[in-house]
């Protein structure tokens, strides 16, 4: 099999000997897509859906001390249920109301509005990528390092793995791999597998190092004091949780891409010439731009404004490099925003969902009882209606620290109850909504990311249900341990 690229300065031709199999899952996952639901349709459905509860479930709400729930202060609202609602046009003072159809309408604008940070930081980086790809540093870059590893997907796949998750649950990376999921998918591509293998290689990392947290700030900062203890205490069982959901990570990785189809002693040449000085100069700068994206958030404190002014900056200079010109570097900016733009959308309706349980006032019900289903006379079953409570309520707050903000005063109290350290209650609370970000279609990170490698949700859950299934087994072997180590 002969292939041309365009490396950009050059044209460079590989040759590759695999077997006429190879690209059986890759047809598989292509009718997959051409024949699952619409993102945006899957999206649509869950909004109705909570649109629907708002009639069906009572309205109550907690006294809060700023964000912060305050313990015990749940109360029930009184609430008109009327189907005459749904044609309301304004809203009682008095009682509670479920939502209108013109709130159901004005969700996705106010969801759009609440996640525009993230939307514009996605479609800056696709720009960016539109960038680095017409100009071909992309695809030399990723030829020599394929290269100097003979295309070893058994030694390439592991390693960054580890790296990607290494990042995660130590310096709390998530929307800053945005940036590297286009070099995953490409990578992918050029070892014969579908862009679902390039994004699962990325997401599956992040989600393991997530899970365990052990120095992760974007959680810990937010939970740990909220039962009052030092923040980055208990590291020993989440560095244990780390490696173990890692491990796990990896091999249901490795197993999936041997059933793929792909070959291991496939004979793959590419060329392993020295880099044409344009491209050495991207790349260099684009690693360059990586490390400081690390050190500022985790230094500086920054968040989705910052990193999406750090993305222009970070475009401005590649296009520069370029040798497109203005107007072709133009070009390719906006050819690479275009592919994803479906991404602003699918985040929009994703927070649109949060929108229509709070103007229904039920999202404080919500959060009452999956709470009362954590049981108060056993720790170990207590424990694990903490982690399960957790993870039915990041569907409906799919922000880490906004959920922490939310349920740890609760679970915190009943936690010293029954007789569990605060660092379980907060691992409980980690696995929880680690667990679901995996999967969850109002998360918009994820979204991003699906978005970003053009991988519909339908599939991309498929693939995954397996490995979350794993997951959730070991959560209940490492919350009893937990509890039974007095950790």
Not at 163 to 190: D, Q, W
Not at 291 to 319: C, D, E, K, M, P
Not at 381 to 388: D, I, S
Not at 411 to 426: C, D
Request: charge should be positive; hydrophobic fraction near 55%; include cysteine.
């Amino acid at each position: 099999m002969k292939k041309e690229l365009d490396g950009g300065d050059k044209k460079e031709k590989i040759s590759a000997k695999l077997p006429a199999q190879k690209n059986s899952f890759n047809n598989t996952a292509l009718k997959v897509e051409r024949k699952g639901s619409n993102p945006i349709i899957i999206l649509m459905s869950i909004l109705l859906l909570a649109a629907a509860l708002t009639y069906w479930v009572g309205s109550g709400e907690f006294a809060r001390d700023g964000n912060l729930v305050v313990p015990g202060s749940f109360q029930s609202v009184e609430k008109d249920r009327s189907i005459s609602n749904l044609w309301r046009v304004s809203d009682s003072a008095d009682v509670a109301q479920p939502v209108s159809i013109i709130q159901i309408a004005m969700a996705i604008p106010l969801g759009l509005e609440r996640g525009a940070n993230l939307i514009f930081m996605v479609l800056i980086i696709g720009g960016m990528f539109g960038i680095l790809t017409k100009a071909g540093a992309v695809t030399a870059g990723l030829e020599r390092l394929l290269g100097a590893l003979r295309g070893n997907v058994y030694v390439l796949v592991p390693t960054l793995m580890f790296v990607f998750a290494a990042g995660s649950t130590f310096l709390g990376l998530a929307s800053e791999y945005l940036l590297i999921i286009p070099l995953m998918v490409e990578m992918a591509r050029r070892l014969g597998m579908s862009n679902l293998m390039g994004l699962a290689i990325l997401t599956i990392s992040v989600k393991a190092g997530f899970l365990a947290s052990v120095t992760n700030p974007v959680a810990l900062t937010v939970a740990q004091p909220l039962v009052d203890v030092p923040v980055f205490s208990g590291i020993s069982m989440r560095l244990v949780a780390f490696f173990v959901f890692t491990i796990v990570g990896i091999i249901f990785m490795m197993v999936m891409i041997k059933r793929s189809g792909f070959d291991p002693d496939a004979v793959i040449e590419f060329d392993t010439s020295k880099l044409s000085f344009r491209h050495a100069l991207m790349l260099l700068v684009l690693c360059a731009g990586i490390g400081l994206l690390v050190y500022a958030s985790t230094t500086w404190g920054w968040r989705n404004q910052q990193l999406t002014a750090f993305y222009i900056g970070l475009a401005v200079v590649l296009a520069s490099i370029s040798g497109l010109g203005a107007s072709g570097a133009a070009d390719a900016f906006v050819e690479g925003m275009r592919k994803i733009l479906l991404a602003a959308i699918l985040i929009g309706v994703a927070f649109a969902i949060a929108v229509t349980l709070q103007n229904g006032q039920i999202l404080d019900t919500v959060i009452f009882r999956l709470t009362s289903i954590v049981g108060e006379d056993n720790p170990l079953l207590a424990v694990q209606g903490m982690f399960v409570s957790q993870l039915l309520l990041d569907f409906l707050i799919p922000s880490t620290s906004g959920q922490a903000a939310v349920s740890m005063p609760i679970l915190g109290p009943i936690g010293q109850l029954v007789g569990l350290t605060p660092n379980t209650t907060v691992l409980a609370f980690l696995f929880g909504n680690g667990i679901s970000t995996i999967f969850t279609p109002t998360s918009g990170t994820l979204l991003a990311y699906l978005a970003t490698a053009q991988v519909p949700w339908a599939t991309w859950a498929k693939f995954v249900l397996p490995l979350v299934g794993i997951y959730i087994v070991l959560c209940v072997l490492l919350l009893a341990i937990a509890v039974l180590v007095g950790y």
